[in-house]
Every structure is written in C-alpha cells, then in structure tokens.
C-alpha cells in the first residue's frame, strides 16, 4: 500500500495515521521528497483501504503489490517528466538524444563536440571525468578539472552535463558542474552512493547491472526516490549472456517491460549496448520503437583515436544521419501511437 499525504501535514495527524497503520498490522516508512510526501506500507496482506483513506492528512491511497512501490506504475499511472530550469524536458513527448565521448579527453575536443550537438539541437552532452576502466592501467578520466571546462562549454551553448559518478566523495564536487549524475552499470547496486543522490535535487541517469535483473534495477531506483529524489531516469545498457559476439547482449525487451512497471522515463545506451560502433544506429532505432524516451550514444571526432570505448564510438558524419534517422524514427512511432 502506498499513502500519498499532504505535503504539509502537521505531525499529529501524521502521528494519528501511524498508530492506525500499526493497529491493523502495517509497517509505514516515511518518504520526503522535493515534491511530495508518501507513507510506504509494509508488512501485511492489504486492508480495506477505505478506512486509512479518509483519514485528515491523506491525499490519495493505492493498493501497490510491485515490491518496488514508489517507482511503481500502479499508483502513478503517468509518466513522470523531468524538467530543468530553463524550461528543458525529459519526457514521452519528446525525444531526448544525448551525446558525447566516452571520457572527456581535452578542451578541443569538447569545444568541436559541443559546436556539433549545437549544429544538430541535440541539448544534452555526455562525458565521463571519473572512468570506471577494467584495468588501473586505463585512461582512468580527467577529474574535475576536466570536468570544469566541459561544464563551461556546455553552458555557455545551453547544453546540459551529464557525467558519471562512481563514488560518494565525488558528489559535492561535481554538484554545480552536472545537470544529470549517471550512475554506471557497475555502480548500479552501489546503495551509498544511490542513498546519496536520493538526497540531492539533481536528476539520476542510472543504468542497469551488466548482470542486473529488471526486479534489482528497479530496486535501484527505489533507493533514489525512497531517499527523496523523484527525478530518475532508467537506462537499459546491455547486459551479460554467453552471446560473444558483441560486447553485451542489448535487452531490448526490457524497455516495454520497464514501461509497463515503471512511470519513470526510460534511456537506451546502444553504445555499451552492443559495442560495435556499426550496430549503434540500428539498435538505437529499435529502442525508439520499443518505447525509449531518449538514447545515450558515444560520439568522438575521430573514434579511432578515442581514449576509450572508440569501438563502439560514432564519428560525426555517423552520429547526424543517426540523428536525423532517430527523429524520423520518433515521428513514425507517434503516428503508429505505440508505447
Ligand atoms: C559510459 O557510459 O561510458 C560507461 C562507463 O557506461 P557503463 O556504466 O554502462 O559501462
Ligand atoms: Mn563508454
């Protein structure tokens, strides 16, 4: 059961919804978030929820047996958006693209990339600063100080930042050079940093587990919201099988799961996806007709010469027909009015 309360419920009636919620055998939990107040409902067979639903203080009640309830579609059956300042949105209405190297390499480099996306009204760049590499001898990211020049271009183009975080620690400092904290595959059940982000008012690009279930991913993004985020955006990968042909298998199915379970937006990273930079196009065209709301997609001047994952990196000549096809692709599945 999920109660939703007045934002600004005094704390006896909230007292007084407790002690009947213990009287008839539930354990609530107290979730605050930007927008709202929620009372989390657990440890019983659901009630008659009439009764708890006329209580003063409560707003709206729902039955929600998904063990993940705030992220749940079972109360809120509309899709959440995602809204910055000036006006910006992540949403079902619009296609979001976001590009970028995989690591921010040097200021050219963001400079050229941040005139593309203008060129091609992309409005959001990519870009890790802190790399999560298979090996400590790897191109391991910039820091922050790459991270200050990136943000800079960016803004001064209206484009927003989003970059990785891999640890609590990094969270501060990168705080007023991001506009979206990504949270990487092997980062994805990392509860201290997402307790952590939960806390902060800046939307959560997280990704799945490379070996992650639907059910943990969703867990993932209930630690988020249960912390007092409610800005989440859920980004299908790629993941682990025995298929070694490519460098993760693209679980295309989960994207209607996802969007059947959850009314959080939903992300496709067809880069990491698949990993072979031939494939991106066609697989990030096929998450549009699955149902995605936006796609992440690795893009350098010259891939060949990429710090990492040049691979699977687009150049630009590549990454503007992929854009042109992935808007086109959008209208066409507006017109069928699928997902
Ligand atoms: C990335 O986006 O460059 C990255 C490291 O992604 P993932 O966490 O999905 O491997
Ligand atoms: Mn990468």
Redesign the pocket.
């Known amino acids: 059961m999920l109660i939703q309360l007045e934002k600004s419920i005094p704390a006896q009636m909230l007292d007084n919804i407790y002690k009947e919620l213990n009287h008839y055998g539930f354990k609530p939990s107290l979730v605050e978030t930007l927008q709202a107040k929620y009372l989390i409902c657990n440890g019983k067979k659901e009630a008659d929820i009439r009764h708890f639903g006329n209580l003063p203080g409560v707003l709206d009640i729902h039955i929600v047996e998904d063990a993940n309830k705030l992220v749940s579609r079972q109360w809120k059956v509309q899709d959440t958006r995602i809204l910055f300042d000036d006006g910006t949105k992540i949403s079902r209405d619009d296609l979001t693209i976001v590009m970028g190297p995989?690591s921010v390499e040097n200021e050219e480099q963001v400079v050229k990339t941040v005139e593309f996306l203008k060129e091609n009204n992309v409005k959001f760049m990519r870009g890790?600063i802190f790399k999560?590499r298979s090996s400590p001898y790897s191109f391991r990211g910039l820091g922050i100080e790459g991270l200050k020049f990136f943000s800079a271009h960016c803004r001064a183009n209206g484009i927003k930042v989003v970059s990785?975080v891999m640890q609590v620690s990094q969270i501060e400092p990168m705080y007023e050079y991001v506009d979206v904290f990504?949270v990487?595959?092997?980062n994805s059940q990392n509860y201290n940093l997402l307790d952590e982000l939960g806390k902060t008012d800046k939307p959560v690009l997280l990704?799945r587990g490379m070996s992650g279930t639907l059910q943990e991913f969703l867990a993932s993004a209930e630690y988020i919201f249960a912390n007092g985020n409610e800005k989440i955006i859920l980004c299908e990968?790629g993941i682990r099988t025995f298929e070694k042909a490519y460098r993760n298998t693209m679980d295309l199915n989960a994207i209607p799961y996802l969007r059947d379970k959850s009314h959080l937006p939903i992300f496709s990273?067809p880069s990491?996806g698949v990993g072979i930079r031939n494939y991106v196009e066609p697989m990030a065209l096929a998450s549009i007709m699955a149902g995605a709301d936006g796609v992440l997609i690795e893009i350098h001047e010259c891939p060949p010469k990429a710090f990492s994952?040049g691979d699977q990196t687009l150049d630009f000549y590549q990454a503007r027909r992929t854009i042109r096809r992935l808007r086109e692709t959008m209208e066409f599945r507006k017109k069928l009015m699928v997902q």
């Open positions: 995989c890790g999560p990785e990504q990487g595959t092997r990704k990968r990273d990491h994952d």
